[in-house]
């Protein structure tokens, strides 16, 4: 059983002078010095329903008069002494008690409850001077806590309920631990969750871990001035350097409006003919778009009717070139402009029926193909089939010598399906001059090089330009340029490109096809 005096707590009950109910002692008595008060038992020792009686002391430091007030946290105290009296939940005196010499005492019984646990008595007492008036009297406090019927143990006050208590905000002893009390001590700040011994230190201006130390260990920046308190600054203004901005400063990327919260960098770009996020760019993405693939096109302006552009005819490319909403749609003949090519993936290649000897379907006779469906060769050339093999080897090597002397190279970029989500939309032409609207899922990029230069493109793109016959990535980017920056990329349809384009020669078409 542990018992514990102490002199730290607050006021937190009526005391009592000749029966007249105060706030404590110093509403009433001020001027002189703090006494000390003590509560002491007959027995330390004691259990259950047991009576103890309790001994009251004020020191004679203002002089040799005192008043008290001793109130208990459960059990029931009781009158034992003259000149005393119960009192709401406590006892008091009935008449202010003197001393010839020492300390003045006031003696009061408690009963225990009938079950383990602890108790808490705490006592205000008033020193005074005698004079009969209230000045030059001085108040001081008593507490002191026990367990009855177990071993008992000291928990601390722990109003914040962060786990840690603080010896300047009180405790008890107890069997066990009660609600709003920690076993642990350290808080030092018992009113703040955020600060308690362990904690991580966060750039608060607050002692987090407990530790007397502030802020400490935490990154150094330095901030710009700030005028709007949009949290952007800009470059050359007044800095600060701190691990978190002052109110008036902010990050130093350089605000194109410090006198506009709405505008700074990364905020969303409305429709306003305002640069809101600071790219020197004006309502880009913003303005309405109407029209799918080749007719996907920008409104003039925040208020103005869009309308899509004109189809053009469907070609071989990937794309979607009559604005349906379907790619490559149409026949193979339509779209390829030659017998004997099939449109795949964007680019026309041969069926199988022309310079080779084949068979699809059934075996056509051939008693060692298969029976139905696939593709097997017949015993052409002498019955020697590997002279098939050695052709189509040969018309491979021709067109890939015919590819490299056309200038551009095209491969297909076939990543794996993860790195192929994350480049979706990476099309460089798509992402400068589409509209975000537009854009569509790339089922497959095209690596197109120029000499040193080389740049990944929807296969839409590539086909265009292979079309178009562009020998450098400045002039792919010419066909959807205009003077003030980004457009629509279909406004090459209505405005002449600044590069002029190649002659065509009426062999190409078939050459590409070729090659």
């Given at each position: 059983?542990?018992?514990?005096?102490?002199?730290?707590?607050?006021?937190?009950?009526?005391?009592?002078?000749?029966?007249?109910?105060?706030?404590?002692?110093?509403?009433?008595?001020?001027?002189?010095?703090?006494?000390?008060?003590?509560?002491?038992?007959?027995?330390?020792?004691?259990?259950?329903?047991?009576?103890?009686?309790?001994?009251?002391?004020?020191?004679?430091?203002?002089?040799?008069?005192?008043?008290?007030?001793?109130?208990?946290?459960?059990?029931?105290?009781?009158?034992?002494?003259?000149?005393?009296?119960?009192?709401?939940k406590g006892v008091t005196h009935s008449a202010t008690r003197t001393a010839a010499s020492g300390p003045i005492t006031f003696n009061v019984g408690w009963t225990a409850p009938?079950?383990?646990?602890?108790?808490?008595?705490?006592?205000?007492?008033?020193?005074?001077?005698?004079?009969?008036?209230?000045?030059?009297?001085?108040?001081?406090?008593?507490?002191?806590?026990?367990?009855?019927?177990?071993?008992?143990?000291?928990?601390?006050?722990?109003?914040?309920?962060?786990?840690?208590?603080?010896?300047?905000?009180?405790?008890?002893?107890?069997?066990?631990?009660?609600?709003?009390?920690?076993?642990?001590?350290?808080?030092?700040?018992?009113?703040?969750?955020?600060?308690?011994?362990?904690?991580?230190?966060?750039?608060?201006?607050?002692?987090?871990?407990?530790?007397?130390?502030?802020?400490?260990?935490?990154?150094?920046?330095?901030?710009?001035?700030?005028?709007?308190?949009?949290?952007?600054?800009?470059?050359?203004?007044?800095?600060?350097?701190?691990?978190?901005?002052?109110?008036?400063?902010?990050?130093?990327?350089?605000d194109c409006n410090d006198d506009d919260a709405a505008i700074y960098p990364g905020a969303t770009e409305l429709c306003n003919d305002r640069d809101d996020n600071c790219n020197?760019?004006?309502?880009?993405?913003?303005?309405?778009?109407?029209?799918?693939?080749?007719?996907?096109?920008?409104?003039?302006?925040?208020?103005?009717?869009?309308?899509?552009?004109?189809?053009?005819?469907?070609?071989?490319?990937?794309?979607?070139?009559?604005?349906?909403?379907?790619?490559?749609?149409?026949?193979?003949?339509?779209?390829?402009?030659?017998?004997?090519?099939?449109?795949?993936?964007?680019?026309?290649?041969?069926?199988?029926?022309?310079?080779?000897?084949?068979?699809?379907?059934?075996?056509?006779?051939?008693?060692?193909?298969?029976?139905?469906?696939?593709?097997?060769?017949?015993?052409?050339?002498?019955?020697?089939?590997?002279?098939?093999?050695?052709?189509?080897?040969?018309?491979?090597?021709?067109?890939?010598?015919?590819?490299?002397?056309?200038?551009?190279?095209?491969?297909?970029?076939?990543?794996?399906?993860?790195?192929?989500?994350?480049?979706?939309?990476?099309?460089?032409?798509?992402?400068?001059?589409?509209?975000?609207?537009?854009?569509e899922a790339a089922r497959e990029l095209v690596e197109l090089s120029f000499g040193e230069r080389s740049v990944r493109l929807c296969r839409g793109h590539a086909g265009i330009?292979?079309?178009?016959?562009?020998?450098?990535?400045?002039?792919?980017?010419?066909?959807?340029?205009?003077?003030?920056?980004?457009?629509?990329?279909?406004?090459?349809?209505?405005?002449?490109?600044?590069?002029?384009?190649?002659?065509?020669?009426?062999?190409?078409?078939?050459?590409?096809?070729?090659?």
């Amino acid at each position: 059983m542990l018992a514990t005096l102490a002199a730290l707590l607050p006021a937190r009950a009526f005391a009592r002078s000749n029966g007249s109910a105060t706030q404590g002692c110093r509403g009433c008595h001020s001027g002189g010095q703090t006494p000390t008060v003590l509560v002491t038992p007959d027995i330390t020792r004691f259990g259950p329903g047991q009576v103890l009686k309790l001994t009251v002391s004020v020191s004679p430091t203002n002089g040799d008069a005192a008043g008290f007030y001793l109130e208990s946290s459960v059990g029931t105290l009781s009158v034992v002494d003259s000149g005393t009296k119960l009192s709401g939940k406590g006892v008091t005196h009935s008449a202010t008690r003197t001393a010839a010499s020492g300390p003045i005492t006031f003696n009061v019984g408690w009963t225990a409850p009938a079950t383990p646990g602890g108790v808490d008595f705490t006592a205000w007492g008033n020193s005074a001077d005698g004079d009969r008036t209230s000045r030059g009297d001085g108040e001081g406090i008593g507490f002191y806590s026990v367990a009855f019927g177990c071993t008992g143990r000291q928990f601390y006050h722990d109003y914040d309920g962060d786990g840690f208590g603080a010896e300047s905000s009180g405790y008890t002893v107890a069997c066990s631990l009660p609600p709003l009390y920690s076993a642990a001590l350290g808080d030092c700040n018992d009113n703040d969750p955020n600060m308690v011994p362990g904690n991580a230190e966060i750039c608060d201006r607050k002692d987090n871990d407990c530790d007397g130390e502030v802020d400490e260990g935490l990154a150094i920046v330095s901030y710009c001035r700030d005028a709007d308190l949009d949290g952007h600054g800009v470059s050359g203004a007044a800095t600060m350097s701190g691990c978190a901005p002052s109110k008036g400063f902010g990050s130093c990327d350089d605000d194109c409006n410090d006198d506009d919260a709405a505008i700074y960098p990364g905020a969303t770009e409305l429709c306003n003919d305002r640069d809101d996020n600071c790219n020197d760019h004006i309502d880009e993405n913003a303005r309405l778009v109407c029209g799918v693939g080749w007719c996907a096109q920008y409104a003039a302006g925040c208020t103005s009717t869009c309308t899509p552009g004109s189809p053009r005819v469907e070609e071989c490319n990937d794309f979607d070139d009559d604005c349906d909403g379907v790619n490559d749609n149409g026949s193979d003949l339509a779209l390829c402009g030659q017998a004997g090519l099939v449109c795949r993936a964007g680019y026309c290649v041969g069926d199988g029926t022309g310079g080779l000897s084949g068979t699809s379907g059934t075996s056509g006779g051939n008693d060692r193909g298969p029976a139905g469906g696939g593709c097997s060769f017949s015993r052409a050339a002498n019955g020697r089939p590997w002279l098939a093999l050695t052709a189509l080897l040969a018309l491979l090597a021709r067109r890939l010598r015919r590819r490299l002397r056309a200038g551009p190279q095209i491969w297909p970029a076939r990543p794996n399906s993860r790195t192929l989500r994350r480049m979706a939309h990476r099309c460089e032409v798509c992402e400068s001059f589409r509209p975000r609207g537009a854009l569509e899922a790339a089922r497959e990029l095209v690596e197109l090089s120029f000499g040193e230069r080389s740049v990944r493109l929807c296969r839409g793109h590539a086909g265009i330009a292979r079309n178009s016959q562009v020998s450098s990535f400045e002039e792919l980017r010419a066909l959807y340029a205009e003077s003030e920056g980004k457009r629509s990329y279909v406004a090459r349809r209505s405005t002449p490109s600044a590069v002029p384009a190649k002659p065509r020669n009426p062999g190409r078409r078939a050459a590409d096809l070729a090659r």
